[in-house]
């Protein structure tokens, strides 16, 4: 159980970045003991690595906070990141990490499988992110882009280093964004209600 909840919070943070958690993983594994990766996952920590992933990640922070250029970047993460979350619930499911000291044979013996459970997590994750910035930039001209995205990354980072030490409150990450996506869609409708009652207003003028 603690297996699925580390792969669903590493793969959920890849829906908001892409690199933070393989990122966090690779130093985390290379720097300390927290985790351990199983051998077909060990080039995570290698030093190259670490400093492409670096880099890409200083790219994407920065282009995700600039309207505008934030869709387009997310167009392009459309494939990236749900890449980077079948890596990460496939590296971090087989792990042993401080909670986990012996990871279900299942997820090794059957190693397509968390993979394909990553790329679904980080897709849904991201689509849902995707759809949520037109709107934030709508109603903020823009400012809103910046700290919604610093928000986003806090929050990757975050839930990548609880998905590692304490997987059993990635529960609580799943809670608030269950509730995110209820308001979200209850706020689309009432807008899209605004608007239908503002044209038709303007009609009967």
Known sequence: ML?????????ASAGLNAYIPLLTMGLLARYTDVIDL???????????????LAVLLAVEMVADKVPVVDHVNDVVQTVVRPTAGGLAFGAGATSETVTVSDP?????SNQWLPVV???LIALGV????????????ATTAGVGAPVASTAEDATSVVMSVVAI??????????????????????????RRREREAARAAGFRV
């Open 104 to 108: 279900a044979s299942f997820f090794s």
């Open 38 to 52: 199983p051998s077909g996952w060990q080039w995570l920590g290698n030093g190259w690595v670490l400093a492409i």
């Open 126 to 137: 991201h689509l849902l992110k995707s759809a949520a910035r037109p709107v934030v930039n």
């Open 3 to 11: 297996e699925v909840l580390t792969g669903t919070g590493l793969a």
């Open 117 to 119: 459970t990553g790329v």
């Open 165 to 190: 030490l304490l997987p059993v409150l990635v529960l609580a990450f799943l809670l608030g964004l269950v509730l995110f996506v209820f308001w979200f869609l209850r706020r689309r409708a009432d």
